[in-house]
């Protein structure tokens, strides 16, 4: 990093042996007087994060939601928070951060369709969200499939086989 740039590559250099100006390097790493010395842009942003985030004790990953890897269920969770933050702003969208923990809160209560439960209690009720959704998933096999009839071919039998175009 910065080897590469054309202010500090000279500094860097002569500072692996000595301090310069105040200017020494530990590893890798570059530093003055006693602080870490990031060049600015966007590795300096990144480890910024980086170290931030080590010290709260998570990993950060970076992803977009327009991003192919991110599954549906990421894309119907940002879908129906935008739907959620639209309908309590109403026209003010620049106090949007003040609204997003009642949001957050609001989201973590509502019972979902399938499960019978909230979210906030599906982290802690594993066993009964697994019941509500074969429950579920019963209850939708009976319904979508009410009209069609049980038929039994033998080998041999001779079938109508009509292919749409």
């Known amino acids: 990093m910065y080897e590469k740039d054309l202010d500090f590559a000279s500094i ?46 998570t990993k950060l990953l970076f992803s977009t939601t327009c991003h192919p890897q991110i599954d549906g269920q990421t894309k119907i969770v940002n879908r ?47 066993e009964r969200i697994k019941m509500q959704i074969q429950q579920q998933t019963k209850r939708y096999a009976k319904y979508n499939n009410k009209d069609k009839k049980d038929m039994i071919f033998k080998e041999g039998d001779w079938v109508w086989l009509h292919l749409q175009k």
């Open 12 to 57: 860097y250099s002569s500072c692996k042996q000595k301090v310069v100006n105040g200017f020494y390097v530990v590893e890798v790493y570059f530093y003055k007087e006693g602080k870490l010395f990031i060049l600015q842009g966007s590795m300096r942003k990144l480890l910024f994060w980086k170290v931030l985030w080590s010290r709260l004790g």
């Open 80 to 126: 129906s928070l935008s739907i959620m933050i639209r309908a309590v702003l109403k026209g003010n969208p620049k106090s949007w951060d003040e609204y997003l923990l009642h949001i957050e809160f609001g989201y973590n209560k509502v019972v979902h369709k399938t499960t019978k439960i909230s979210p906030f209690e599906a982290v802690y009720l594993h």
